[in-house]
């Protein structure tokens, strides 16, 4: 992980007494550090309650031991225990992440537990003066030995055997007994690719749990326990979508669709292997593949720049992309409440990974405008009557429940004014992805004409991404609520299990990838007859449907003024 800025305390420490006069005045005092002195041979259980302590110097006394309780201070960014008569250390140590300088010199240690690998931001580890055995000793004094040392300890660490605790299902409503619903479940899943799992971002985390060979066991038995009937899929190498997701998700009747990023293409064969991307894999049984989509952000922000530099310079400069396949709904899913439709059922199933910088949130949201816009297009170019076309949208989209992204589509749309475009110059193309389109009224906002609803709410899933410096939810499972419900959920990992087994982030030898997998089972309505249906939820005159026509990369849709300049979409 990069190294935050570390200022060790000032070893010329002075301190000062405050006066009666200043306290009866009211004054306040602030310290973070403490230092205890006098041949002390025992330490008062009153000192840990001081949780608020960075700092502790209890070096140059006579103490045997440290206590378990030492871990109660969980801000210690310093801690000198030096010159003591300490034989061991308790393993308890091991929890204090926020360590940055432990000094053990001049003690009695013959050994260190190896709970002290998991110490991962420790710049400085004092040892000398101690009768370690000589392997210790020999790591340490390499160059660079400290962390060596740290990261030999934390691969020889052992792990309990216990099995993850099982995520509970959350039962939200009952099955419509009334009418014929199709009932399916869409899984959503980062599944960290091998070339980002490193031990510089993820540096509580074994290398051999990092491993990929060891990581991609854990992935597919996440997602093959799942069973879910449409998964969406973010982070997937190249060459492992071939080797192993296609190929074992066949033998399961599963068929697939993969894009890596726009990068691709401008690499050579073999870093291609590497290059990451989406995929969305179906049922054959339940699903049929009607046409599959490639949106890629940075052509998509080209043809709309309108001369905008930031367009340009930010948004066209990331290789993020979009996945999108049209499906069939196979009738036999419709198997409960009456006879199934006899019209053919649609459904556009998009999958999509947003730019990852907490910086670039006017990306992320323009990004998510983009890939509304042409998730619009597909769906228009793909029926005589849209409307019947329900969407169902998974992504990893980097952005927290209260970003502009989720509002945006949440609520159908966002002012030109909000805080995440950071009062960049992006209105003259940002009317290129709207409802109103570029020659329409605007009304100082951008929207978009599909209904949709997360299939979580803030509530059920208090994180999708578990890092130790990160902790949020970024991943989404979203739909058409004029045309789905939501049945139930997978519900989060049992937060008492990760601190029992002081889990401080993902990847974890029990948890493959740093996110959380979604799991929702939706259920779909039949539509109503033609032409009382609306647009996902936006009533037009039946008029107003009529003409859609294509002309040298320009589509544009007669009825709700909607234009967009596009490049043509990668459609098989």
């Known amino acids: 992980m990069p190294k935050e800025k570390y200022d060790p305390p000032d070893p010329r420490r002075c301190y000062t007494i405050m006066s009666a006069e200043e306290a009866a005045s009211g004054k306040k005092s602030y310290w973070a550090e403490l230092e205890i002195s006098g041949r002390v041979r025992s330490l008062s259980s009153s000192l840990w309650t001081l949780s608020h302590l960075t700092a502790l ?56 537990p190896y709970e002290l690998g998991r110490l991962f931001q420790l710049q400085t580890l004092g040892l000398k003066g101690n009768p370690l055995s000589p392997d210790i ?175 340009l310079n930010r948004v066209m400069t990331k290789d993020n992309i979009g996945v999108a396949v049209l499906l069939e709904v196979n009738k036999d899913l419709f198997s409960e409440g009456g006879k199934p439709p006899q019209e053919r059922q649609l459904i556009l199933v998009a999958n999509a990974h947003m730019h990852w910088d907490p910086e670039y949130s006017d990306v992320k949201l323009v990004q998510t405008m983009m890939f509304l816009s042409e998730l619009k297009s597909i769906a228009e170019r793909a029926s005589g009557d849209p409307s019947s076309i329900p969407i169902v949208l998974c992504a990893d989209l980097n952005s927290l429940p209260d970003s502009g992204v989720v509002e945006y589509l949440s609520n159908g749309g966002v002012a030109e004014t909000h805080k995440d475009f950071k009062e960049l110059r992006y209105s003259d193309c940002l009317t290129n992805f709207s409802c109103n389109g570029k020659n329409g009224a605007s009304d100082g906002s951008v929207t978009h004409s599909f209904q949709l609803k997360s299939a979580y709410d803030g509530s059920q899933m208090p994180y999708t991404n578990y890092t130790y410096d990160f902790k949020g939810v970024i991943d989404y499972i979203f739909f058409s609520r004029t045309h789905m419900s939501v049945l139930g959920l997978l519900g989060p990992l049992d937060s008492q299990w990760l601190s029992d087994n002081s889990v401080t982030g993902c990847p974890h030898p029990h948890v493959p990838s740093d996110h959380f997998s979604l799991l929702a089972q939706l259920e779909l309505h039949r539509p109503p007859p033609h032409p009382l249906n609306p647009l996902n939820g936006l009533h037009l005159p039946a008029h107003r449907r009529e003409v859609l026509f294509e002309l040298g990369g320009l589509s544009r849709c007669h009825g709700d003024g909607f234009t967009t300049k596009r490049p043509p979409l990668a459609a098989t």
């Open 57 to 112: 110097h209890i070096n140059d006394n006579n103490l045997s031991r440290i206590p378990p309780d030492i871990a109660k201070l969980p801000h210690l960014a310093y801690l000198n225990l030096s010159s003591n008569k300490l034989r061991s250390l308790p393993v308890e140590l091991g929890n204090m992440v926020s360590l940055r300088e432990l000094l053990l010199n001049n003690n009695l240690l013959r050994v260190l």
């Open 137 to 311: 000793l020999n790591l340490y004094q390499e160059p660079d030995g400290t962390r060596k040392l740290l990261n030999y300890m934390l691969d020889n660490l052992a792990v309990h055997p216990e099995q993850l605790p099982q995520r509970p299902w959350i039962a939200l409503k009952e099955r419509d007994q009334t009418t014929p619903t199709a009932v399916f479940t869409v899984m959503c899943y980062n599944v960290l690719c091998d070339k980002y799992a490193t031990r510089q971002l993820y540096a509580y985390c074994p290398s051999w749990a990092l491993n990929w060979e060891y990581r991609k066991k854990g992935i597919m038995e996440e997602i093959t326990s799942c069973d879910a009937d449409i998964i969406s899929l973010q982070e997937v190498e190249t060459e492992q979508y071939y080797a192993m997701f296609l190929d074992t998700l066949k033998q399961r009747g599963y068929d697939g669709y993969f894009c890596p990023k726009s990068r691709a293409k401008l690499v050579s064969e073999q870093e291609r292997k590497h290059v990451d991307g989406c995929a969305v894999f179906f049922k054959t049984d339940k699903f049929t593949l009607v046409q599959k989509h490639t949106v890629e952000f940075n052509q998509v922000a080209l043809a709309n720049s309108e001369g905008s530099e930031v367009m």
